[in-house]
């Protein structure tokens, strides 16, 4: 992911910036392509953000997650962010990159998750069934990120 944002700036939980391709070098990549006014995302977002405190907070695994706007304006963008994801980072309203992303990787209803490659390749589509799964107890966080990290490794 990291060669597929390269030359791209990414926002953190504090508001300061970072190049995608040093904070996200060595991780495994969720893009999150949510919006504020969407009530499926709303309701997705905390699931996706325990799972996520869960695996970084807790485990220290190498994982981020990149939120990928539809909101309407940068305050809705701001406002959900801050109050709803997790400590993660996303990419700035309005920036061109988001409609490339759209496009490429095909994004046709919100909330999608898509687990990809330092090369943009998806390794796991709808990534949000997985953590939904987890969520209610049938996955373990642990073993769905080493599958996850496996499949990125290009193992089966």
Request: proline fraction near 3%.
């Given at each position: 992911?990291?060669?597929l944002?390269?030359?791209?700036?990414?926002?953190?939980?504090?508001?300061?910036?970072?190049?995608?391709?040093k904070?996200?070098?060595?991780?495994?990549?969720?893009?999150y392509?949510s919006?504020?006014w969407?009530?499926?995302?709303?309701?997705?977002?905390?699931k996706?953000k325990?799972?996520?405190?869960?695996?970084?907070?807790?485990?220290?695994?190498?994982?981020?997650?990149?939120?990928?706007?539809?909101?309407?304006?940068?305050?809705?963008l701001?406002?959900?962010?801050k109050?709803?994801?997790?400590?993660?980072?996303?990419?700035?309203?309005?920036?061109?990159?988001?409609?490339?992303?759209?496009?490429?990787?095909?994004?046709?209803?919100?909330p999608?998750?898509?687990?990809?490659?330092?090369?943009?390749?998806?390794?796991?589509?709808?990534?949000?069934?997985?953590?939904?799964?987890?969520?209610?107890?049938r996955?373990?966080?642990?073993?769905?990120?080493?599958?996850?990290k496996?499949?990125?490794?290009g193992?089966?």
């Open positions: 992911m990291a060669e944002l390269k030359g791209i700036e990414l926002v953190k939980k504090d508001g300061s910036k970072v190049a995608a391709e904070h996200l070098e060595g991780k495994l990549v969720a893009l392509f919006a504020e969407c009530l499926p995302c709303r309701a997705f977002t905390p996706l325990e799972f996520y405190e869960k695996i970084v907070g807790e485990l220290g695994l190498n994982f981020e997650v990149v939120f990928v706007s539809q909101d309407k304006g940068e305050e809705e701001v406002g959900y962010f109050e709803h994801h997790g400590d993660w980072v996303y990419i700035e309203f309005d920036s061109p990159e988001i409609e490339e992303l759209l496009e490429k990787f095909e994004i046709k209803a919100i999608t998750l898509r687990i990809v490659k330092a090369d943009g390749t998806v390794i796991v589509a709808e990534a949000h069934s997985e953590v939904n799964a987890e969520e209610k107890g996955i373990d966080p642990e073993v769905l990120f080493n599958t996850w496996k499949s990125a490794e193992g089966d």
